[in-house]
């Protein structure tokens, strides 16, 4: 009978081990404390974060009503949007039940060759965000927009392969190593805020938190008999959700516990044990209330097994675009800038959570095969109907957990195949089981402030901007945008001031600047085609084309190491070296 630390051992000694950089493969590269059980323990962890996906994406793009494609609402002046038209809702409702399966699918398979090819624990499904742009601005509610659904998903499909060049000739890691020091680590904080509000939302957490007139947040936390005529939680209602306390106990509470006294499957654990508790009929905090759409989505659960075939947004793209070129180039130009800022910003930050960015070059391992299946997996979804897929910040939940190889993404894949045909199921977590995951794996990403170099005003500000746009604007690439633009304007203009005074006026501290020159670090390259240029004939391979790695790299990358993990444990870091690291 084989042991946890036999199997662990025997896969790491394997072919696999090596392939993926399992502790104790005897590669020069492999990954300290990256174990097969981990891994796929990991893996499901990040599955079970990112579940809602399955649900949430499906309701968003269905809210296109695929219009002016599968499904064609006739808008008119007394039923604009087809609201009373029971065909057309009839379509819409088979659209919705085509995009649960289109969800998984293109899950699965982005998710498990990310995991394959590029070993990262990241994984991918359709992103929030650019989903909802695609659906309420582009297509617009029931196909109320100026640009047709199959053009949309036409521009979707162009997007992906403009991306795969960008990504094959190094273009978009060579951004993503411009980008300066102190905004990729604001990065980091700022997704980790970001992952906190949506956390606190009723759409996709806790329901702690909603938007309001006055104010831009205010506290909710109110059962749904508890909304005003205004859409807002009654003053007598707020905080009295039985749902939310459950899940900030049971799924809160209880996983910072079990963590803190190193439960390997901690966060599993929450999620699971609130979302059973919230499955029965009979409760005041039931995920299936007695209503018409609590009644469609109890009847959905109950077949637990079922596989529905993708039958009205299969391959609809409208090839010609004559007729709507403006709305197919201001989509593809939109969503071009904003999945590339997006992505760019979430690989960075996932990688540097799971510890595997160079610390000279400021680039990952497999960045550009991370790239390029990110690419193609975009041109992939829109064959099935959904809007550009995205790396997903949850992935932070299998990271947290121990993930640190790309066996990690490839179970989460796995169990995105799976949930294709047990889709009932994994539909049917509520929100406000995951809502407290989402709040504990941004706290695990708050460490990263620490080494932004807060010392020069020109560094810090771009920073702090960019972490606080993230979350108020609920986008990342918005606030990458801002980060970026405030960073060229200070430096720009200290640059001039400092060139016209002949440098007699010179910032305060500007001598703590961190130091950023458009000589990026690594070359503008891609690494595969350095390697080409030297002659290797196993190009394609990532070792380095030194035999060993600088001492000063290795221990950094070791100090590195050694501060996150003791933050990810909850152990004290000695803040002196932090400071003297950052120096």
Not at 54 to 60: D, F, Q, Y
Not at 287 to 304: E, L, W
Request: net charge neutral; glycine share 10%.
């Amino acid at each position: 009978m084989f042991s946890v630390n036999a199997i662990n051992e025997k896969v790491a000694r394997s072919a696999v081990g090596r392939w993926f950089r399992l502790d104790g493969c005897g590669h020069p590269k492999q990954r300290k404390g990256s174990l097969f059980t981990t891994e796929i323990r990991a893996g499901i962890a990040a599955f079970f974060a990112m579940a809602y996906i399955l649900a949430v994406n499906a309701s968003i793009l269905s809210d296109s009503g695929a219009g002016k494609g599968p499904c064609d609402c006739a808008h008119t002046a007394d039923d604009p949007f087809c609201e009373a038209d029971t065909d057309y809702l009839l379509c819409v409702s088979e659209v919705k039940r085509d995009l649960v399966t289109a969800t998984a699918a293109i899950s699965a398979i982005a998710s498990f060759c990310m995991g394959l090819f590029a070993n990262l624990p990241v994984s991918l499904a359709p992103g929030l965000g650019i989903n909802a742009y695609f659906a309420y601005n582009v297509v617009g509610y029931h196909g109320s927009g100026s640009t047709p659904y199959a053009v949309a998903l036409t521009a979707t499909f162009a997007e992906g392969f403009i991306f795969f060049a960008l990504a094959f000739f190094g273009l978009r890691q060579w951004l993503a190593r411009a980008i300066p020091r102190s905004i990729k680590l604001a990065t980091s904080v700022g997704i980790g805020l970001f992952l906190t509000i949506i956390g606190f939302t009723y759409s996709e957490g806790l329901g702690i938190l909603q938007g309001a007139t006055s104010t831009p947040l205010v506290l909710a936390g109110c059962p749904e008999t508890g909304f005003g005529i205004d859409g807002l939680c009654t003053e007598a209602t707020k905080m009295r959700n039985p749902a939310m306390w459950v899940g900030i106990f049971a799924g809160g509470v209880l996983t910072v516990m079990l963590m803190m006294y190193r439960f390997k499957a901690a966060i599993i654990a929450g999620i699971l044990l609130v979302s059973i508790i919230s499955w029965p009929r009979t409760t005041s905090l039931t995920y299936f209330p007695y209503t018409d759409v609590g009644n469609d989505s109890f009847d959905f659960f109950r077949k637990v097994v079922d596989f529905h075939r993708i039958s009205k947004t299969l391959v609809v793209q409208q090839w010609d675009i004559s007729k709507h070129g403006g709305q197919f180039g201001l989509a593809l130009i939109t969503f071009l800038y904003v999945d590339i800022l997006d992505t760019t910003g979430t690989l960075y930050a996932m990688a540097r959570l799971a510890n595997v960015v160079d610390p000279e070059t400021h680039d990952f391992e497999g960045s550009t095969a991370a790239y390029m299946v990110d690419a193609l997996s975009i041109s992939i979804g829109s064959l099935f109907g959904c809007s550009p897929v995205t790396a997903f910040i949850e992935s932070g939940a299998g990271i947290t957990e121990g993930g640190r190889t790309g066996l990690t993404a490839m179970t989460t894949g796995i169990c995105f195949f799976i949930s294709v045909f047990f889709a009932p199921i994994f539909a049917s977590i509520p929100p406000w089981a995951t809502g407290s995951v989402l709040i504990l794996v941004g706290s695990m990403m708050m460490p990263a402030a620490v080494d932004i170099n807060w010392r020069y005003l020109g560094d810090a500000i771009p920073a702090f901007v960019t972490i606080v746009v993230m979350p108020f604007t609920y986008s990342i690439a918005y606030g990458l945008i801002a980060g970026i633009l405030l960073y060229i304007l200070i430096n720009t203009l200290v640059w001039l001031i400092e060139t016209a005074s002949r440098g007699r006026l010179v910032p305060t501290n500007k001598a703590e600047k961190d130091p950023w020159t458009w000589r990026i670090p690594g070359g503008a390259l891609p690494p595969w085609m350095v390697r080409a240029a030297h002659g290797k004939r196993d190009f394609w391979r990532e070792e380095s084309l030194a035999t060993s790695e600088s001492t000063t790299s290795e221990a950094m990358r070791a100090d590195d190491n050694r501060s996150l993990s003791a933050s990810m444990k909850g152990q004290p870091i000695e803040m002196s070296a932090l400071n003297e690291k950052s120096a």
